[in-house]
């Protein structure tokens, strides 16, 4: 987008009510009601019997909010369990622009006061048409809704969603039509599964030339790119198996392949580590609870809250790798961030890679608590770690 469109777009927020509800600080950090805050979202909660059993488990789970349709009675509910909503209002594409739009302003004008409600979203993935060039929906749309949204309710920002396709440069065309910049990669995919919607004739969903797991990060950077430095990146992960998305009758039992603890893992940090400003999953409503996603992803959410700021503040911490050969090449290797909070150091790491490393970090504080992986050993004024392929290592330290 032209440097004009963006600083005129960030001028807007600018000019947003003290009391905004919603708002962007320097760098895409998430402002909910005056709280800096990292995101973690749900389009569908787990299927736990009732969607009060699914909230009341998502709350639990250190998620902050979940799409809502867009009904007062579900904003409500939501709200009674801690969480807050999103809710899609689609935009004025097609043949019927002042119908949508009065849809659309009757629709917020009936919700705006909820204080459950976070922010709008309007069209998913409108660049993306399948085996198509696209658009979808044209910029122009999604451009108009926005400003129609902006309107009706400053005080609130708006979701744009895009698939991992399309160029860059068309991307950027929807950035006058969002505040939170996402896009959905879904990896975990098995050898051999038959064709299917979203899935490319070589299987896979990405369109990278990584065909690992380690594409969410090449995903994120991706985005950053077209959402610029000043909007929020968010990440969609995987909350599902590919297979399961077929009608039942028609699923192989051999292809249906969940994320692994470790992989949902690996996926939200290696997101985070890329600059990514909040995390949202997709899937739970096609994920039985017997199949063990849910417990897993739990687990890995409340890791991660457990981490507070370190989600958010990106202070600088001066950290030096030294690698020992493991008789593989090295590709993309260890990528990781460190963060200084107060009274202590949170260093977030993940292997990129398909094979193990080894390496010496430097430059950390002593006083080394692992609060997962890495098996850190003390070597001279560094510790010595492993790191198997797609592995995770997460430390926190006094300074």
Same mark, same amino acid.
């Given at each position: 987008?032209?440097?004009?469109?963006?600083?005129?777009?960030?001028?807007?927020?600018?000019?947003?009510?003290?009391?905004?509800?919603?708002?962007?600080?320097?760098?895409?950090?998430?402002?909910?009601?005056?709280?800096?805050?990292?995101?973690?979202?749900?389009?569908?909660?787990?299927?736990?019997?009732?969607?009060?059993?699914?909230?009341? $488990?998502?709350?639990?789970?250190?998620?902050?909010?979940? =799409?809502?349709?867009?009904?007062?009675?579900?904003?409500?509910?939501?709200?009674? =369990? +801690?969480? +807050?909503?999103?809710?899609?209002?689609?935009?004025?594409?097609?043949?019927?622009? /002042? /119908?949508?739009?009065?849809?659309?302003?009757?629709?917020? /004008?009936?919700?705006?006061?909820?204080?459950?409600?976070?922010?709008?979203?309007?069209?998913?993935?409108?660049?993306?048409?399948?085996?198509?060039?696209?658009?979808?929906?044209?910029?122009?749309? @999604?451009?108009?809704?926005?400003?129609?949204?902006?309107?009706?309710?400053?005080?609130?920002?708006?979701?744009?969603?895009?698939?991992?396709?399309?160029?860059?440069?068309?991307?950027?065309?929807?950035?006058? +039509?969002?505040?939170?910049?996402?896009?959905?990669?879904?990896?975990?995919?098995?050898?051999?599964?038959?064709?299917?919607?979203?899935?490319?004739?070589? +299987?896979?969903?990405?369109?990278?030339?990584?065909?690992?797991?380690?594409?969410?990060?090449?995903?994120?950077?991706?985005?950053?790119?077209?959402?610029?430095?000043?909007?929020?990146?968010?990440?969609?992960?995987?909350?599902?198996?590919?297979?399961?998305?077929?009608?039942?009758?028609?699923?192989?039992?051999?292809?249906?392949?969940?994320?692994?603890?470790?992989?949902?893992?690996?996926?939200?940090?290696?997101? @985070?580590? =890329?600059?990514?400003?909040?995390?949202?999953?997709?899937?739970?409503?096609?994920?039985?609870?017997?199949?063990?996603?849910?417990?897993?992803?739990?687990?890995?959410?409340?890791?991660?809250?457990?981490?507070?700021?370190?989600? @958010?503040?990106?202070?600088?911490?001066?950290?030096?790798?030294?690698?020992?050969?493991?008789? =593989?090449?090295?590709?993309?290797?260890?990528?990781?961030?460190?963060?200084?909070?107060?009274?202590?150091?949170?260093?977030?790491?993940?292997?990129?890679?398909?094979?193990?490393?080894?390496?010496?970090?430097?430059?950390?504080?002593?006083?080394?608590?692992?609060?997962?992986?890495?098996?850190?050993?003390?070597?001279?004024?560094?510790?010595?770690?492993?790191?198997?392929?797609?592995?995770?290592? @997460?430390?926190?330290? $006094?300074?």
């Amino acid at each position: 987008m032209e440097r004009r469109k963006f600083v005129a777009s960030l001028a807007a927020w600018g000019a947003a009510p003290a009391g905004a509800r919603s708002r962007l600080e320097a760098g895409g950090t998430v402002v909910f009601q005056g709280r800096r805050t990292f995101p973690m979202a749900l389009y569908q909660v787990p299927e736990l019997g009732s969607r009060a059993a699914g909230l009341k $488990a998502a709350a639990e789970a250190g998620f902050d909010v979940v =799409h809502c349709a867009a009904k007062r009675a579900e904003l409500d509910e939501t709200a009674a =369990h +801690g969480l +807050g909503g999103w809710c899609t209002v689609g935009s004025v594409a097609g043949g019927k622009g /002042e /119908e949508q739009r009065r849809r659309i302003t009757a629709l917020v /004008e009936g919700l705006r006061d909820h204080e459950a409600l976070r922010y709008w979203e309007t069209e998913d993935e409108p660049s993306y048409q399948w085996k198509k060039a696209g658009p979808r929906v044209r910029p122009e749309a @999604i451009r108009e809704t926005y400003a129609l949204l902006r309107r009706l309710d400053p005080s609130r920002l708006v979701y744009l969603n895009h698939a991992p396709a399309n160029l860059v440069s068309t991307l950027r065309q929807y950035n006058p +039509g969002g505040d939170l910049i996402a896009t959905d990669v879904y990896p975990v995919i098995p050898r051999g599964i038959r064709p299917q919607y979203a899935l490319w004739p070589d +299987g896979r969903q990405g369109d990278l030339l990584n065909g690992y797991i380690s594409q969410v990060g090449q995903y994120a950077d991706k985005m950053r790119a077209v959402a610029g430095p000043d909007r929020a990146v968010l990440m969609v992960l995987q909350g599902f198996a590919w297979e399961m998305l077929r009608d039942a009758k028609e699923r192989d039992p051999k292809m249906v392949l969940y994320p692994a603890r470790e992989e949902l893992l690996f996926m939200a940090v290696q997101s @985070i580590v =890329h600059g990514a400003n909040g995390l949202k999953w997709w899937g739970l409503r096609f994920t039985p609870v017997e199949a063990g996603l849910w417990a897993d992803l739990a687990a890995v959410t409340k890791l991660l809250r457990g981490l507070g700021e370190a989600l @958010i503040d990106r202070r600088k911490v001066d950290v030096q790798l030294e690698y020992h050969d493991t008789g =593989h090449s090295l590709d993309q290797g260890v990528e990781w961030t460190a963060r200084a909070l107060g009274g202590e150091t949170v260093w977030m790491a993940v292997n990129a890679d398909p094979n193990p490393v080894e390496a010496t970090v430097r430059g950390l504080p002593a006083g080394l608590e692992v609060v997962w992986g890495g098996r850190p050993e003390k070597a001279g004024n560094g510790w010595r770690m492993k790191l198997e392929p797609f592995g995770t290592a @997460i430390w926190r330290m $006094a300074r």
